[in-house]
């Protein structure tokens, strides 16, 4: 399996993305370059090899996996992503540290779009919107994420559900029909008790939906439709240690707007209820 995103995606986001499923050869070129732009650019495949420790023809099955046609043209995304690279703040005070901090975001934000495709994204609408039930699943660092859907798209006139304990998500995966949906949001793919979820959904005929920050994770891998939205950390390592949910919320917050613009008037009907309900709650301060 080859990279399936965006033809104009760029080379971090792509191994971001692919990062957990690469072959250790494989992910140690991609965390070569991902380390040292500049080197890569500067390096043949050879040179690459021999620095990593592998053959050859590892380093151009990494760039063709990548989805590049050889190593040279993987240079050349490395070389026009070089470019836009924000120089680092030499700041160290807190207050630095939190502006570098939204510089880097800001500098990749775009890349989190970068995996998803205009037939996904499609997908993933039109199944929430014709659904007879959805059931929302998001455990650990992913939990919030899963609330904060459920609501959004219970506000948007989509009703949806949302269960906590593992037992009663299963449960309930079990009681869907192939009229319903079992919307899945995990970064890492890769948390079991939202897998377990997955396959008894799939067991009941529902349609499975995804959203995860890897490509060839087994979540996206046993999903009908999965959005994958490459996570903002610069290595899988990096996204253990510093787990970050931001770009997955972008997407969530988009995907329920565009399914308002879908749905049309029953969409529209649906907010300005909404706003009438918050213009009823809100008291002069």
């Given at each position: 399996?080859?990279?399936?995103?965006?033809?104009?995606?760029?080379?971090?986001a792509?191994?971001?993305?692919?990062?957990?499923?690469?072959?250790?050869?494989?992910?140690?070129?991609?965390?070569?370059v991902?380390?040292?732009?500049?080197?890569?650019?500067?390096s043949?495949?050879?040179?690459?090899?021999?620095?990593?420790?592998?053959?050859?023809?590892?380093?151009?099955?990494?760039?063709?996996?990548?989805?590049?046609?050889?190593?040279?043209?993987?240079?050349?995304?490395?070389?026009?992503e070089?470019?836009?690279?924000?120089?680092?703040?030499?700041?160290?005070?807190?207050?630095?540290?939190?502006?570098?901090?939204a510089?880097?975001?800001?500098?990749?934000?775009g890349?989190?779009?970068?995996?998803?495709?205009?037939?996904?994204?499609?997908?993933?609408?039109?199944?929430?919107?014709?659904?007879?039930?959805?059931?929302?699943?998001?455990?650990g660092?992913?939990?919030?994420?899963?609330?904060?859907?459920?609501?959004?798209?219970?506000?948007?006139?989509?009703?949806?559900?949302?269960?906590?304990?593992?037992?009663?998500?299963?449960?309930?995966?079990?009681?869907?029909?192939?009229?319903?949906?079992?919307?899945?949001?995990?970064?890492?793919?890769?948390?079991?008790?939202?897998?377990?979820?997955?396959?008894?959904?799939?067991?009941?005929?529902?349609?499975?939906?995804?959203?995860?920050?890897?490509?060839?994770?087994?979540?996206?891998?046993?999903?009908?439709?999965?959005?994958?939205?490459?996570?903002?950390?610069?290595?899988?390592q990096?996204?253990?240690?510093?787990?970050?949910?931001?770009?997955?919320?972008?997407?969530i917050?988009?995907?329920?707007?565009?399914?308002i613009?879908?749905?049309?008037?029953?969409?529209r009907?649906?907010?300005?209820?909404?706003?009438?309900?918050?213009?009823?709650?809100?008291?002069?301060?």
């Amino acid at each position: 399996m080859v990279w399936s995103g965006a033809a104009d995606a760029p080379l971090t986001a792509r191994i971001r993305a692919l990062a957990p499923s690469l072959h250790a050869g494989e992910r140690r070129v991609a965390e070569f370059v991902v380390g040292d732009l500049a080197l890569a650019i500067e390096s043949t495949a050879q040179d690459l090899a021999d620095a990593v420790g592998v053959g050859r023809a590892t380093v151009v099955r990494t760039a063709q996996t990548l989805g590049y046609d050889g190593f040279p043209q993987l240079r050349v995304a490395a070389a026009q992503e070089l470019s836009h690279v924000h120089v680092a703040s030499t700041d160290d005070t807190l207050v630095g540290s939190l502006r570098a901090a939204a510089d880097r975001f800001a500098s990749r934000i775009g890349d989190s779009v970068a995996a998803l495709t205009e037939e996904s994204l499609r997908s993933a609408i039109s199944a929430l919107d014709e659904a007879g039930r959805v059931l929302i699943v998001a455990n650990g660092l992913s939990s919030p994420l899963g609330l904060d859907l459920q609501l959004r798209l219970t506000a948007a006139g989509r009703p949806a559900e949302i269960l906590h304990d593992a037992l009663a998500q299963r449960i309930a995966a079990r009681q869907l029909s192939a009229n319903d949906v079992c919307v899945i949001v995990s970064g890492s793919g890769a948390n079991e008790t939202s897998l377990a979820v997955a396959r008894a959904a799939r067991d009941a005929g529902a349609t499975v939906l995804s959203i995860t920050s890897f490509a060839r994770s087994a979540l996206a891998s046993g999903s009908d439709t999965a959005l994958v939205v490459p996570s903002m950390s610069d290595s899988f390592q990096d996204e253990l240690l510093h787990t970050s949910r931001v770009a997955l919320v972008l997407v969530i917050e988009t995907l329920v707007d565009s399914l308002i613009k879908h749905r049309g008037p029953r969409g529209r009907e649906a907010r300005d209820a909404v706003l009438r309900e918050l213009g009823n709650a809100l008291s002069e301060p």
